[in-house]
């Protein structure tokens, strides 16, 4: 039953612990070059749009992968001096990190975005929004490619584990 549920569990981490490095590096790569090319009114809308379109998915990627990462980081306490747990633990760190810089980041910026009228006059301000917003994508990518690079080396050392296992039975 553990060893069903530690399988499990290391599907859902990899799974969505990856989609999300890769919904991070679509931003960066795709959509940070249209970003800064668009101009005001173009910008407000896109982010009036999208924020209550991504939000709410991101954060329940946030909530799956700290808790799958948890669940997986448990289930393998007593090889807690491996170098799978050293990786599964910084993979939790790296997510735990990005929740923490989407929240000191991107949330108060998509607010701020988010009241700016498109059709009133263009405020100042909105360029170096713009461009904080898109260096705070960039800090996400080193973030979640770490943690996905991680989850990816625990894969490797937990199948290692269970091969010596199996071995010496």
Same mark, same amino acid.
């Given at each position: 039953?553990?060893?069903?549920?530690?399988?499990?569990?290391?599907? &859902?981490?990899?799974?969505? !612990?990856?989609?999300? %490095?890769?919904?991070? /590096? #679509?931003?960066?790569?795709?959509? @940070?070059?249209?970003?800064?090319?668009?101009?005001? +009114?173009?910008?407000?809308?896109?982010?009036?749009? %999208?924020?209550?379109?991504?939000?709410? +998915?991101?954060?329940?990627?946030y909530i799956i992968m700290t808790f799958s990462t948890s669940v997986w980081l448990i289930l393998r306490y007593k090889y807690w001096k491996s170098f799978e747990a050293?990786?599964? %633990?910084?993979?939790? =760190?790296?997510?735990?990190?990005?929740?923490?810089?989407? $929240?000191?980041?991107?949330?108060?910026?998509?607010?701020?975005?988010?009241? !700016? @009228?498109?059709?009133?006059?263009?405020?100042?301000?909105?360029?170096?929004?713009? @461009?904080?917003?898109?260096? =705070?994508? $960039?800090?996400?990518? &080193?973030?979640?490619?770490?943690? #996905?690079?991680? &989850?990816? /080396? %625990?894969?490797?050392? @937990?199948?290692?584990?269970?091969?010596?296992?199996?071995?010496?039975?």
């Amino acid at each position: 039953m553990t060893d069903r549920l530690l399988n499990v569990t290391i599907f &859902i981490t990899v799974l969505f !612990v990856g989609l999300f %490095a890769g919904f991070v /590096m #679509f931003f960066v790569t795709v959509v @940070n070059p249209t970003l800064q090319e668009m101009q005001l +009114r173009q910008y407000i809308e896109f982010h009036q749009v %999208a924020v209550p379109v991504f939000e709410p +998915r991101v954060r329940a990627l946030y909530i799956i992968m700290t808790f799958s990462t948890s669940v997986w980081l448990i289930l393998r306490y007593k090889y807690w001096k491996s170098f799978e747990a050293i990786c599964i %633990a910084g993979s939790l =760190f790296c997510t735990l990190d990005e929740i923490i810089l989407s $929240y000191l980041g991107h949330y108060k910026l998509n607010e701020i975005l988010y009241r !700016v @009228n498109p059709s009133a006059p263009e405020p100042l301000f909105w360029m170096s929004i713009r @461009n904080e917003w898109i260096q =705070f994508m $960039y800090l996400h990518l &080193i973030v979640t490619c770490a943690g #996905f690079v991680l &989850i990816l /080396m %625990a894969l490797y050392f @937990n199948r290692q584990t269970v091969g010596q296992k199996q071995k010496s039975r």
